[in-house]
């Protein structure tokens, strides 16, 4: 579920995966272009996790991410 959100809202999550991983430059972000596997193995490269922390860290900001923009869109009574 969250590579399909990765993938599908890359344009979005882009801008603050930059603030999440600051390691990342904006050459490498342009080549993980949402893809899942890419991203995690920049992550392991730049922060020597490992693919299971990596992946975790990822999905848990996607996770968040998602969370914030559905209290946004939340209707209001």
């Known amino acids: 579920?969250?590579?399909?959100?990765?993938?599908?809202?890359?344009?979005?999550?882009?801008?603050?995966?930059?603030?999440?991983?600051?390691?990342?430059?904006?050459?490498?972000?342009?080549r993980a272009a949402g893809k899942y596997?890419?991203?995690?193995?920049?992550?392991?490269?730049?922060y020597g996790y490992t693919r299971e922390i990596a992946a975790n860290e990822i999905d848990k900001r996607i996770t968040e991410f998602e969370d914030r923009l559905k209290t946004k869109t939340k209707p209001t009574s």
Request: avoid cysteine; aromatic fraction near 8%; hydrophobic fraction near 35%.
């Open 1 to 30: 579920m969250n590579k399909d959100i990765l993938q599908g809202q890359w344009k979005q999550i882009r801008g603050e995966a930059k603030s999440w991983w600051g390691k990342l430059t904006d050459d490498d972000l342009e």
């Open 37 to 46: 596997d890419v991203l995690t193995g920049m992550l392991q490269e730049k």
